[in-house]
Nanobody, 121 residues
Framework: QVQMVESGGGSVQSGGSLRLSCAAS????????MGWFRQAPGKEREGVAR???????RYADSVKGRFTISRDNAKNTLHLQMISLKPEDTAMYYC???????????????WGQGTLVTVSS
C-alpha cells in the first residue's frame, strides 16, 4: 500500500536550516508529482512546495527563495531543504504524491506521520 515516511525535523533557532526527507513506497514514485505540506498549530494544512515529474518546481510565496524541493527517483525519496527559517515556519511537515496543479491536493489521500519543525526566535 502507499506509504510516506517523513524525517529530518527538529528544533532550530531563527535563521537556521534543516533538510527534510520523505521515503515513499507502494506506487511508481517517478510517475507522480510530489509535494510538501505543513500544518501549524490551530491552522489548516497548506501546500508549500511541489516538484513535477519533469523536475520543475513551484513554491508558496511564504517559502519562496528559502525552501528547495528535490527528488531522487532512483531512491523513491523526496527532500525539502529549508534555510533562513522563521518562527512562522514552525509546523508538522508532510510529504505526499500530489496532483500536478496548484494549490496542492493529495493524490492518494494518504498521509504519513509527519516530521515536526520548531523554529525559535
Amino acid at each position: 500500500q502507499v506509504q510516506m515516511v517523513e524525517s529530518g525535523g527538529g528544533s532550530v533557532q531563527s535563521g537556521g536550516s534543516l533538510r527534510l526527507s520523505c521515503a515513499a513506497s507502494g506506487y511508481t514514485f517517478s510517475n507522480h508529482c510530489m509535494g510538501w505540506f505543513r500544518q501549524a498549530p490551530g491552522k489548516e494544512r497548506e501546500g508549500v512546495a511541489r516538484i513535477h515529474v519533469d523536475g520543475s518546481t513551484r513554491y508558496a510565496d511564504s517559502v519562496k527563495g528559502r525552501f528547495t524541493i528535490s527528488r531522487d527517483n532512483a531512491k523513491n525519496t523526496l527532500h525539502l531543504q529549508m534555510i533562513s527559517l522563521k518562527p512562522e515556519d514552525t509546523a508538522m511537515y508532510y510529504c505526499a504524491a500530489v496532483y500536478c496543479s496548484w494549490p496542492l491536493y493529495n493524490y492518494f489521500e494518504v498521509w504519513g506521520q509527519g516530521t515536526l519543525v520548531t523554529v525559535s526566535s
